[in-house]
């Protein structure tokens, strides 16, 4: 059982292992642990029981109030917070996630492409002014791609050429992202080794020498996909660092349009917003409580969080292409050829449009709901490798 190493983690919080709390009782120094079927399974108001699963409130108070709460560190960058994102004003309501179904047939009546706002009397008689009515509007279908962890790609000629197609196909497929928590918690042991060399008269001679390794103890997932609200909160836009000016959305797909560089790309990446610092700082203390003093890693791992158009160019596939990475890896071309695609690479919203999205549970209560299953998985999967600490 080894931990995965992905690139989707959205937030990891790593807490080091600490020292048991001591015990006055010296007829009991070793922390234990309840069963799985005793989780959670005393009365309703037995205060006395202390084999029920602690409070959101507790955990949060016995943390923020010993040494764990310092050595709490993140270990990967999480995404830039919204605080210094804009909202796109022209979306004024709540984007919808898409749904083929409610696309209109091309018998069925469309709204105009164009928001006319309020008209005079004579306006609506007459909305073209004696002009012939403009062709009805049709949402345009692009192709794409779903590669690994649901990231949606598009080298659409048409949403390369065309602005506010571009633009649809980002409202179209900004569907709401998956999210699942992992739990992992681990330890290290160290083993001596002997080795035997000869020295400078030929003697052999045995040295030892510590080898330190990474003894997984649970590793599991706990999904929360089905409270990500099923509604958009709008999309964001990061101001330019220079100008201090901030872009709609349509503008920077019209910059993008424009742009003739072969390697452009454009990305909207999809945020949920969470507390996940104090979501964590609770699961922690939780599993702490429960006898477990060694390493704890909490990710949050996100999947279909990224739409992404790129260039339908020569270049730009040959740049994706595995086996071409591959030849350029193996021939150590990529040291000189690397950095020179870094630099004419040009980008659009990698770290600047997003799309928010939120929670339909409070974190109090997805705690309430998740923490008997955390701790008895634990507590199974340590009996099941046979190397939590608290169950030899």
């Keep these: 059982m080894g931990k995965d190493n992905h690139a989707n983690y959205y937030y990891t919080y790593t807490s080091p292992s600490v020292a048991p709390p001591l015990n006055n009782n010296n007829n009991n120094t070793t922390p234990s642990a309840p069963f799985v079927d005793e989780i959670g399974s005393s009365a309703a108001g037995s205060s006395s029981n202390n084999n029920a699963p602690p409070s959101y409130d507790d955990v949060i108070q016995q943390f923020e109030n010993s040494n764990d709460n310092n050595a709490l560190k993140k270990t990967t960058n999480p995404s830039p917070s ?77 949403l390369n050429t065309d602005g506010e197609a571009l633009l649809q196909f980002l409202k179209q497929r900004n569907t709401p992202p998956s999210m699942a928590v992992r739990f992992y918690g681990y330890h290290e042991e160290t083993h001596w080794r002997t080795r035997c060399s ?20 649970f590793s599991f997932d706990v999904d929360c996909s089905n409270y990500v609200s099923p509604n958009c909160e709008g999309m964001y836009v990061l101001p330019d660092k220079k100008t201090g000016f901030t872009k709609s959305v349509r503008e920077l797909c019209d910059d993008y349009v424009h742009e003739k560089n072969q390697l452009k790309e454009l990305r909207l990446t999809k945020i949920i917003d969470w507390d996940y610092a104090t979501l964590t700082r609770a699961f922690t203390a939780a599993i702490r409580n429960h006898g477990y003093y060694h390493s704890v890693e909490i990710s949050f791992e996100t999947k279909e969080n990224k739409i992404v158009v790129k260039a339908n160019t020569k270049m730009s596939r040959m740049v994706d292409n595995w086996f071409v990475r591959w030849f350029f890896i193996l021939s150590c071309l990529w040291i000189l050829s690397w950095p020179i695609l870094w630099l004419c690479r040009k980008t659009f919203g990698h770290n600047s449009l997003q799309s928010k999205w939120r929670m339909t549970i409070s974190e109090r209560d997805w705690y309430n709901e998740k923490v008997q299953e955390v701790l008895g998985q634990v507590r199974r999967q340590g009996q099941a490798f046979g190397t939590v600490p608290f169950i030899l």
């Design 82 to 158: 919204n605080d210094s994102y804009v909202r796109d004003e022209s979306y004024t309501n709540s984007i919808p996630a898409y749904n083929p179904a409610n696309i209109p047939d091309a018998d069925e009546d469309r709204e105009p492409l164009l928001n006319q706002g309020e008209q005079s009397e004579e306006q609506q008689d007459d909305p073209f002014r004696g002009r012939p009515p403009p062709p009805g509007y049709s949402i345009y279908r692009a192709p794409y791609e779903t590669l690994q962890d649901g990231i949606i790609q598009s080298r659409d000629t048409h």
């Design 198 to 217: 000869r020295d400078k008269d030929g003697n052999q001679v045995e040295e030892r020498e510590p080898v330190t390794v990474r003894v997984d103890d």
